[in-house]
């Protein structure tokens, strides 16, 4: 008994690491099952890349980790961001890993009206530094579009309003994308509504839309909290459409209203800034047309009383045509005696060009032009004779180099069967040297061969021991009782069986013959 309590002095029960934590977490998690905790985000990057999200919540004393698993974070209305002041509702629990304590938020909503607004504005200036809310991306609104899309809740009063005032207006062709327009969905659909609305094709089953029309009614400032979202900014901010944003009433602001093209105090609102009243366009298109008419009427009778009064001032036909009568018949009058002054003329001009043709000139000329001709006959048969020379002389050239053709390849074939006459006894002291060479490089290389073939080696008394398969051994312990061998020998080869492992003593040493001198033994049995 006394070794007991020597062993174990005290009787309080003993705990293992994972024990003491497994109790602190439970009763942590037991007293604080379900609390609001108020304080400033701080630590907060997003979520983690498997979709939770770690950050913690402070004050000016103190601070508190916390975690958001992957499943409540995509259900969160609010999403954290950093500097935040929030009220956050989950249970405090532990971390076994490093002993610490931490809240896992379920829900979390801004601390009051104020924390939504200092969000928002904080939103706002990370936009527009971004450059979304700038007048030169937003897009003029067409004048009469043909297809109007509306993005808003398919239930509600709005989209009856602005189907209502469209109708009365000028009746167009309307595409309703039915969204949440409340709750913690509403901005992811709302965005992906106007993106969808950019992706229509034109000339596509469903017609492309020529205007959007975002719209929802009045609310508090949690209703409207949707259109604050940063992805409905984004979207408003990159549609190729121009787009109207008509939330709440007047009074209401959200940051779409800062990205869209347009902003319409209210839905019905929106109606009228996208479609023109029609019976007003009938009505101005009469004023047109009738004003069109009268201008006409009195263009054309300006213009009629202009034609005439240049039709006043032009010449009458017989003042125009009395001045050229009055030319031709002068020209009439002078045409005969200017005919008869001309062959004159030219009368003049063949009498002096015949009186210079006589026969004593023709005769002349025919004179001079046979010699020419005979002169030139003559050079061509000096030409002819001197060309028929040259080529006579060619031809006896020729003819020369022909006759003395044979004995050139006679001389030319003696000298080529002298050269090759002498190149073949070159070629065969060429030859008988190779030979030589190669003879005497064979013969060095077979007594290079012989010098390291072990067949020398035998020669000196040693031997060489293969097993029955010719593979060499080298070594007693491959050699197995009752097994043949063959021992190579340098004059032939036997078959011996091997019957022991044991060496064979050794045979006694013949008596010296002379001091100093002694007589090498023999090989010896191998076995």
Do not use: C
Request: no cysteine; glycine share 8%; net charge positive.
């Amino acid at each position: 008994m006394v070794s007991l309590m020597d062993d174990s002095p005290t009787n309080a029960a003993e705990f293992t690491v994972s024990e003491l934590s497994g109790s602190i977490r439970r009763t942590v998690e037991d007293a604080f099952g379900n609390v609001r905790v108020r304080g400033e985000i701080s630590g907060y990057r997003g979520p983690h890349s498997s979709g939770h999200a770690y950050f913690s919540l402070k004050d000016d004393k103190a601070r508190i980790e916390a975690v958001i698993w992957k499943g409540v974070f995509s259900r969160l209305k609010y999403r954290p961001e950093e500097g935040m002041e929030v009220i956050a509702t989950g249970k405090i629990t532990t971390y076994a890993g490093s002993s610490k304590y931490q809240i896992v938020i379920e829900a979390i909503e801004p601390a009051g009206a104020g924390a939504l607004m200092a969000l928002i504005e904080e939103r706002r200036r990370k936009l527009a530094a971004e450059g979304l809310f700038d007048e030169a991306r937003k897009q003029l609104l067409p004048y009469m579009p043909m297809v109007i899309g509306v993005v808003t809740s398919p239930t509600g009063a709005v989209i009856r309003d602005i189907l209502h005032r469209i109708e009365d207006r000028f009746p167009v062709h309307v595409i309703v994308w039915p969204v949440r327009v409340q709750g913690d969905t509403s901005g992811d659909e709302v965005a992906r509504a106007i993106t969808g609305f950019n992706a229509f094709e034109a000339g596509g089953p469903i017609k492309r839309p020529d205007l959007i029309i975002v719209a929802r009614g009045g609310g508090s400032l949690e209703d409207l909290w949707g259109f604050n979202d940063e992805a409905v900014v984004r979207a408003a901010a990159e549609s190729d459409i121009p787009l109207i944003s008509a939330v709440g009433h007047e009074t209401d602001w959200t940051l779409i209203d800062h990205a869209s093209d347009r902003r319409a105090p209210t839905p019905t609102g929106a109606a009228e800034m996208a479609v023109p009243v029609k019976a007003d366009l009938e009505a101005h298109l009469a004023t047109l047309a009738a004003r069109l008419k009268s201008a006409q009427t009195r263009t054309l009778d300006r213009r009629r009383e202009s034609l005439r009064g240049l039709a006043r001032a032009l010449p009458t036909l017989d003042s125009v045509l009395a001045l050229p009568r009055q030319r031709l018949d002068r020209s009439a009058q002078s045409l005969g005696r200017a005919l008869e002054l001309n062959t004159a003329n030219r009368r003049r001009r063949f009498e002096q060009q015949a009186a210079r043709i006589t026969p004593v000139a023709l005769v002349s000329a025919l004179r001079e032009k046979h010699q020419l001709v005979r002169d030139k006959i003559a050079r061509m048969d000096r030409v002819q004779e001197r060309r028929i020379d040259a080529l006579r002389a060619r031809l006896d050239r020729h003819a020369q180099a022909v006759a003395t053709l044979p004995r050139r390849i006679r001389d030319a074939h003696g000298r080529g069967l002298e050269r090759l006459t002498d190149l073949g006894r070159r070629s065969d002291s060429a030859l008988t040297l190779m030979l030589d060479q190669h003879k005497r490089g064979l013969g060095a290389q077979a007594r290079m061969l012989q010098s390291l073939s072990y067949q020398s080696v035998l020669g000196r008394g040693f031997a060489v021991i293969r097993d029955q398969n010719r593979a060499v051994l080298s070594r007693a312990a491959q050699v197995e009782t009752g097994t043949m061998i063959a021992v190579e020998f340098a004059d032939g080869e036997v078959s011996a069986l091997a019957s022991s492992d044991q060496p064979i003593s050794a045979p006694k040493k013949p008596a010296r013959a002379k001091p100093g001198k002694t007589k090498e033994p023999g090989q010896g049995s191998l076995f």
